[in-house]
């Protein structure tokens, strides 16, 4: 398998820099966004590099953020029916998009504020075009080199002696499984239940989940990031690290686009595949870029906790620690395939065998636009919605901004949504139901909300049952996601 040349673009406190934008005087200010909900300054969904010198974190609320740092501003998400409009975010992050499309017809939008790009072919033909294979430090401002030592860059380089068996492994495992299964997403096997809705914890949707998570540092000791680049691209006689370093060029171009053509900042990883890019990415921050070789992944990964690696933040990377008692993923690598694979099943084993390795051949898919159209909204204590016109109501306020959305992406991308899902889950419950029904062209968001209410009572009984008055005993979370294709889409409820 040839060698991929991956990047991930990750917007530098992108809910802030979009607030700047929309509100010039902020600039120069430390800044934080917050929730629409006013008690107690509401609660903080992103911060700017500039409050978190104070000590400011999403964890804190206005009020707490003011007593830190008494000069900060703190502009509010929108509000329309009642929640977060999260619609000026949304435009900012397609202006994005926009821009990396010049540089890569394969591009994955990971989040409102990340993507992946495959820049492989862009970089083949610049290495073509190039005079020299000989990269100069100058060529690449603002970028850093994981897991870096003058020592270790000196040393060996054993990537390429790496990957033919890895590729091996993995193509290995491929081969095991159904070729219409996402192999990139390797779930313990030993499972015996698999949660099919999210953890939400606030009336945003998905796109607020991923939001500017705190921030790796490269360790780079007592040498300089310009010794540690001019020692990396010393490295002679390795195609991969030339690969990465003409990478590292191309990110640069990139960033710099969509600074000039949109006025925000971003950072970047630059890899051989997803996991490592996305590692990469947070390392230096912001608007700063990281490379990360697979040959340097052991000094990495020896220092990398497994809630930094992709797939490895929830559940599987707690059992993983705790059956085999390790706290990073470097300590995976003292377990052989065979161990992992009968602790975990086979193809976990295998992968989580590779990836403590820097090996991962997840495909980039191309995906300018969301697979999902969402919304949703907690009700918690006083809050609770206690009777079925209140339900009711809030499923149509919620269908309503729905219809609203498909109807721009229809208009926009010629996508037609045809499928009606619906999951809930009873508050005692610890798994979904579901029951899906067209969903007709000319349906108002008022008999959608009844059909979905309908569903609901006809797919479960007991606890969502009503008394005479009209009142149910459930405390009420609704989330509403339409899954968009080219022809067809399925709204998710999640109750």
């Known amino acids: 398998m040839a060698r991929r040349v991956v990047v991930l673009v990750d917007m530098d406190c992108f809910y802030v820099q979009v607030e700047k934008k929309l509100d010039p005087t902020l600039n120069g200010h430390p800044c934080a966004v917050v929730q629409y909900k006013k008690w107690k300054g509401g609660s903080i969904i992103a911060v700017d590099y500039e409050a978190r010198k104070y000590g400011v974190s999403r964890g804190n609320n206005g009020d707490e953020a ?44 990971a989040s409102i504020d990340e993507a992946y790009i495959d820049i492989t072919d862009a970089v083949s033909e610049r290495i073509r075009l190039l005079d020299t294979t000989k990269v100069l430090p100058s060529m690449l401002p603002a970028t850093h080199v994981a897991g870096g030592s003058l020592e270790g860059l000196e040393g060996n380089m054993e990537a390429d002696a790496m990957m033919p068996l890895g590729n091996y492994l993995v193509s290995k495992v491929l081969d095991q499984s159904n070729s219409e299964e996402d192999n990139s997403l390797l779930f313990m096997e030993t499972n015996t239940t698999t949660a099919t809705t999210k953890s939400w914890s606030g009336d945003f949707d998905d796109e607020l989940q991923d939001l500017d998570t705190e921030d790796t540092i490269s360790d780079h000791g007592s040498a300089t990031r310009e010794e540690l680049v001019s020692a ?8 991969a690290e030339l690969l990465l370093s003409v990478g590292a060029m191309v990110a640069n171009e990139i960033r710099s686009a969509v600074l000039s053509e949109t006025g925000f900042t971003c950072s970047a990883g630059i890899a051989h595949n997803k996991v490592l890019a996305k590692l ?35 559940k599987l990377g707690e059992q993983v620690q705790q059956l085999l008692n390790i706290c990073n993923v470097g300590q995976l690598r003292g377990f052989s395939m065979e161990a992992l694979q009968k602790q975990f099943g086979e193809k976990t084993g295998s992968w989580l065998y590779l990836i403590c390795r820097g090996v991962d051949n997840e495909p980039i898919r191309s995906r300018l636009l969301s697979q999902s159209i969402g919304c949703g909204k907690n ?23 729905i219809f609203e959305r498909l109807k721009v992406d229809q208009d926009e991308n010629g996508r037609l949504a045809e499928l009606l ?56 979370s609704v989330h509403l996601c339409a899954s968009c294709s080219v022809s067809s889409a399925s709204i998710i409820l999640f109750l």
């Not at 230096?284 to 052991?298: A, E």
């Not at 009700?379 to 901004?401: A, H, R, T």
């Open 66 to 109: 003011r007593k830190l740092c008494p000069h900060i501003k703190l502009p509010r998400i929108p509000e329309k029916r009642g929640k977060a409009d999260l619609t000026n975010y949304r435009a900012a992050s397609a202006e994005v998009i926009k821009v990396l499309s010049r540089f890569s017809s394969c591009i994955e939008r």
């Open 232 to 239: 990396w691209l010393d490295r002679e006689g390795c195609t």
């Open 280 to 314: 990469a990415a947070g390392m230096n921050k912001p608007n700063q870029q990281t490379i990360l070789s697979t040959s340097l992944v052991p000094a990495v990964f020896d220092k990398t906790p497994f809630r930094k690696v992709r797939h490895l933040g929830g």
């Open 379 to 401: 009700f918690n204590g006083p809050e609770k919605l206690c009777s079925v016109q209140q339900v009711l109501y809030w499923l149509e306020q919620l269908m309503e901004e």
């Open 421 to 476: 899902t619906v999951h809930f889950r009873p508050e005692e419950s610890a798994s979904a139901l579901s029951r899906s029904f067209p969903l007709q062209p000319h349906s108002s968001p008022a008999s959608v909300a009844r059909s979905l209410w309908t569903a609901i009572m006809r797919g479960h009984s007991g606890p969502t049952s009503v008394d005479p008055a009209g009142r149910t005993p459930l405390t009420w």
